[in-house]
């Protein structure tokens, strides 16, 4: 994987997934992402409840990738001892460094949902984006730490 300047709100650069973490390319189609995600996820022993949040959260990021922008997007898979992590790459830009923070209002238009979504179902997520593209990274514990 490159490594991407930071943006103007990017602040430091992710460090690149490991040796043997997993990619995927997506031009068109959800489907084949949703796939690879949930095989992986399965595999690596993420609980079911789990698999099905990580599987709608990476397929929301993918999603964006194919209505923003004009070109491919990456879905990178990897897992350590604590969590699975998943990568999603593009060439859009998110210009807002608080994109997701805040719940769009239920008569809200112009979206904004998926990003909220996605900061709901995951553990942590960590975006990046200017000039060469965005980059959005969340992880996952394979437990919930219950309070």
């Not at 409840?49 to 004009?70: C, K, M, P, S």
């Amino acid at each position: 994987m490159r490594s991407r300047p930071p943006g103007p709100w990017a602040g430091q650069p992710l460090s690149a997934p490991p040796d043997g973490a997993e990619a995927l390319r997506y031009e068109s189609s959800l489907t084949s992402v949703r796939k690879f995600i949930a095989t992986r996820a399965r595999r690596a022993g993420l609980p079911p409840h789990r698999v099905e949040d990580l599987v709608i959260a990476i397929a929301e990021l993918a999603a964006n990738t194919l209505a923003h922008t004009n070109g491919p997007g990456t879905v990178t898979f990897w897992a350590n001892s604590d969590e699975v992590v998943c990568q999603v790459e593009d060439r859009g830009q998110i210009s807002d460094p608080l994109a997701g923070n805040v719940r769009p209002a239920p008569d809200a238009s112009g979206g904004g949902r998926g990003l909220w979504l996605v900061r709901e179902v995951c553990d942590r997520v960590e975006m990046r984006s200017g000039e060469a593209g965005t980059t959005v990274r969340v992880h996952m514990r394979r437990y919930r730490k219950q309070i």
